[in-house]
């Protein structure tokens, strides 16, 4: 297992690239911890939907696509959801 802490997506940023190729397989699954938000901007699950849902959350595009320079696709990759998410599914998605 490996963990990796960004404080934003450029995951794919040519500075950044090199230095996590040798870490990040395309066989890899992904357990994206968007957990990092202002309390004011996310109050609610709608909310966390705007900002990561599947498809049309603000930020997931460029996630899954930053994991993608990778190989690594978009069915490899699960969102921790902060609203819906217990700690046993959250368990379950690393797996």
């Given at each position: 297992?490996?963990?990796?802490?960004?404080?934003?997506?450029?995951?794919?940023?040519?500075?950044?690239?090199?230095?996590?190729?040798?870490?990040?397989?395309?066989?890899?699954?992904?357990?994206v911890v968007a957990f990092s938000f202002r309390d004011n901007r996310v109050k609610c699950a709608a909310d966390?939907?705007?900002?990561?849902?599947?498809?049309?959350?603000?930020?997931?595009?460029?996630?899954?696509?930053?994991f993608a320079a990778y190989g690594i696709p978009e069915e490899q990759i699960t969102f921790l959801d902060y609203f819906r998410d217990t700690k046993k599914s959250a368990g379950e998605a690393g797996s």
């Open positions: 297992m490996v963990n990796i802490l960004l404080e934003g997506y450029d995951i794919d940023a040519p500075w950044l690239y090199g230095e996590l190729k040798p870490h990040i397989r395309p066989t890899d699954r992904v357990a966390w939907d705007r900002l990561y849902g599947k498809g049309s959350g603000t930020y997931y595009g460029g996630i899954t696509g930053g």
